[in-house]
């Protein structure tokens, strides 16, 4: 079994900053791509960021120059460095990755960016 553990959210002002960390820990061979997805209250759930790996990274238009995405393989874990945050920035981050050819979720973490 495999489980995602995110963390590093929290309330941050507008222009502030932001790291997500995401550790992935159990019955690991092999992981492919990482992502984070966000999901804002009454919206869909969105693809925030990918990274692959061999390091190709994937960005919403949104968050470019803003979010950088970032692995540590020997760590199976996957960052989410996050700055100039705006209101709109306001979900719910969850982490995910394939696992050996299986896709895996976290359980979220808040983000909250206030005025």
């Known amino acids: 079994q495999v489980q995602l553990v995110e963390s590093g959210g929290g309330l941050v002002q507008a222009g502030g900053s932001l790291r997500l960390s995401c550790a992935a820990s159990g019955s690991i061979f092999s992981i492919n791509t990482m992502g984070w997805y966000r999901q804002a209250p009454g919206k869909q759930r969105e693809l925030v960021a990918t990274i692959t790996s061999d390091g190709h990274t994937n960005y919403l238009d949104s968050v470019k120059g803003r979010f950088t995405i970032s692995r540590d393989n020997a760590r199976n874990t996957v960052y989410l460095h996050m700055n100039s945050l705006k209101l709109q920035d306001t979900a719910v981050y969850y982490c995910?990755?394939?696992?050996?050819?299986?896709?895996?979720w976290g359980k979220g973490t808040l983000v909250t960016v206030s005025s």
């Open positions: 995910a990755a394939d696992v050996d050819d299986i896709d895996y």
